[in-house]
Protein backbone atom coordinates (compact mmCIF):
# COMPACT_ATOMS: atom_id res chain seq x y z
CA UNK A 1 0.00 0.00 0.00
CA UNK A 2 1.16 3.56 -1.06
CA UNK A 3 0.08 7.05 0.20
CA UNK A 4 0.56 9.71 -1.67
CA UNK A 5 0.27 13.69 -0.54
CA UNK A 6 1.09 16.10 -3.15
CA UNK A 7 1.97 19.63 -2.20
CA UNK A 8 2.95 23.15 -3.77
CA UNK A 9 0.35 24.33 -6.02
CA UNK A 10 -1.05 27.44 -5.88
CA UNK A 11 -1.82 30.63 -8.26
CA UNK A 12 1.01 31.88 -10.25
CA UNK A 13 1.25 34.48 -13.15
CA UNK A 14 2.19 33.26 -17.14
CA UNK A 15 5.44 32.67 -17.50
CA UNK A 16 6.02 31.82 -14.06
CA UNK A 17 7.20 28.85 -12.32
CA UNK A 18 6.21 26.36 -9.29
CA UNK A 19 7.18 23.28 -8.01
CA UNK A 20 4.74 20.57 -6.91
CA UNK A 21 6.22 17.60 -3.95
CA UNK A 22 4.46 14.51 -3.66
CA UNK A 23 5.66 12.91 -0.25
CA UNK A 24 4.98 9.01 -0.54
CA UNK A 25 4.73 6.54 2.75
CA UNK A 26 4.92 2.74 2.11
CA UNK A 27 7.78 0.51 1.60
CA UNK A 28 9.94 -0.17 -1.65
CA UNK A 29 9.02 3.70 -3.13
CA UNK A 30 12.36 3.07 -5.45
CA UNK A 31 10.48 0.25 -7.34
CA UNK A 32 7.40 2.30 -7.84
CA UNK A 33 7.14 4.35 -11.33
CA UNK A 34 5.93 7.96 -9.88
CA UNK A 35 3.90 10.24 -12.70
CA UNK A 36 2.03 13.09 -12.85
CA UNK A 37 -1.24 13.80 -14.29
CA UNK A 38 -3.47 16.84 -14.49
CA UNK A 39 -6.76 17.52 -14.81
CA UNK A 40 -8.72 20.91 -16.24
CA UNK A 41 -12.25 21.47 -15.78
CA UNK A 42 -14.49 19.69 -18.43
CA UNK A 43 -11.27 17.67 -19.37
CA UNK A 44 -10.39 14.12 -18.85
CA UNK A 45 -6.74 13.90 -17.05
CA UNK A 46 -3.81 13.35 -18.89
CA UNK A 47 -0.10 12.29 -18.51
CA UNK A 48 2.45 15.54 -17.76
CA UNK A 49 5.87 13.22 -16.94
CA UNK A 50 6.94 9.86 -15.40
CA UNK A 51 9.93 9.29 -13.22
CA UNK A 52 11.16 5.47 -14.41
CA UNK A 53 13.38 3.36 -12.29
CA UNK A 54 16.53 5.11 -10.88
CA UNK A 55 16.78 8.04 -13.29
CA UNK A 56 14.59 7.62 -16.59
CA UNK A 57 12.22 10.24 -17.46
CA UNK A 58 8.98 10.75 -19.89
CA UNK A 59 6.99 13.61 -20.58
CA UNK A 60 3.65 14.71 -22.11
CA UNK A 61 5.12 17.04 -25.31
CA UNK A 62 2.59 19.77 -24.21
CA UNK A 63 5.52 20.29 -21.46
CA UNK A 64 8.32 19.17 -23.23
CA UNK A 65 11.31 21.84 -21.86
CA UNK A 66 8.93 23.43 -19.61
CA UNK A 67 8.68 20.82 -16.88
CA UNK A 68 10.98 19.00 -15.10
CA UNK A 69 10.44 15.69 -12.64
CA UNK A 70 12.84 14.53 -10.43
CA UNK A 71 12.66 11.91 -7.41
CA UNK A 72 14.83 11.89 -4.14
CA UNK A 73 14.22 7.67 -3.12
CA UNK A 74 15.64 8.78 0.13
CA UNK A 75 12.99 11.22 1.08
CA UNK A 76 10.25 8.88 -0.76
CA UNK A 77 9.37 12.27 -2.74
CA UNK A 78 8.95 13.20 -6.26
CA UNK A 79 8.63 17.04 -7.57
CA UNK A 80 7.66 18.59 -10.75
CA UNK A 81 9.56 21.81 -11.45
CA UNK A 82 7.43 23.35 -14.01
CA UNK A 83 8.89 27.09 -15.70
CA UNK A 84 7.12 29.33 -18.15
CA UNK A 85 3.78 28.58 -16.72
CA UNK A 86 1.03 29.06 -19.35
CA UNK A 87 -2.74 29.63 -18.62
CA UNK A 88 -3.73 26.17 -20.51
CA UNK A 89 -1.31 24.55 -17.43
CA UNK A 90 -4.46 25.42 -15.02
CA UNK A 91 -5.19 22.07 -13.68
CA UNK A 92 -5.02 20.06 -10.71
CA UNK A 93 -2.38 18.03 -11.00
CA UNK A 94 -1.98 14.20 -9.48
CA UNK A 95 1.06 12.40 -8.58
CA UNK A 96 0.45 8.56 -8.82
CA UNK A 97 2.33 5.37 -8.47
CA UNK A 98 2.90 2.51 -10.70
CA UNK A 99 4.56 -1.06 -9.68
CA UNK A 100 5.76 -2.00 -13.13
CA UNK A 101 7.97 0.03 -15.32
CA UNK A 102 6.65 2.30 -18.56
CA UNK A 103 7.91 3.63 -21.67
CA UNK A 104 6.78 6.10 -24.26
CA UNK A 105 2.95 6.16 -24.22
CA UNK A 106 2.88 3.17 -21.89
CA UNK A 107 3.46 5.58 -19.64
CA UNK A 108 0.21 7.84 -20.19
CA UNK A 109 -2.14 4.86 -19.18
CA UNK A 110 -3.64 6.32 -15.85
CA UNK A 111 -5.33 2.92 -14.99
CA UNK A 112 -2.18 1.54 -15.48
CA UNK A 113 -0.88 3.75 -11.81
CA UNK A 114 -2.48 1.81 -8.63
CA UNK A 115 -2.24 4.58 -6.14
CA UNK A 116 -3.01 8.29 -6.55
CA UNK A 117 -2.74 11.24 -4.13
CA UNK A 118 -5.91 13.93 -3.47
CA UNK A 119 -4.06 16.37 -5.79
CA UNK A 120 -2.75 19.89 -5.91
CA UNK A 121 -4.62 22.85 -7.40
CA UNK A 122 -2.21 25.11 -10.00
CA UNK A 123 -3.64 28.07 -11.55
CA UNK A 124 -1.63 30.02 -14.08
CA UNK A 125 -3.25 33.46 -14.88
CA UNK A 126 -2.59 35.45 -18.33
Known amino acids: QVQLVESGGGLVQAGGSLRLSCAAS????????MGWFRQAPGKEREFVAA???????NYADSVKGRFTISRDNAKMSVYLQMNSLKPEDTAVYYCAARLNFCSGYGCYDASAYAYWGQGTQVTVSS
Open 51 to 57: AIGWSAT
Open 26 to 33: GRTFSSYT
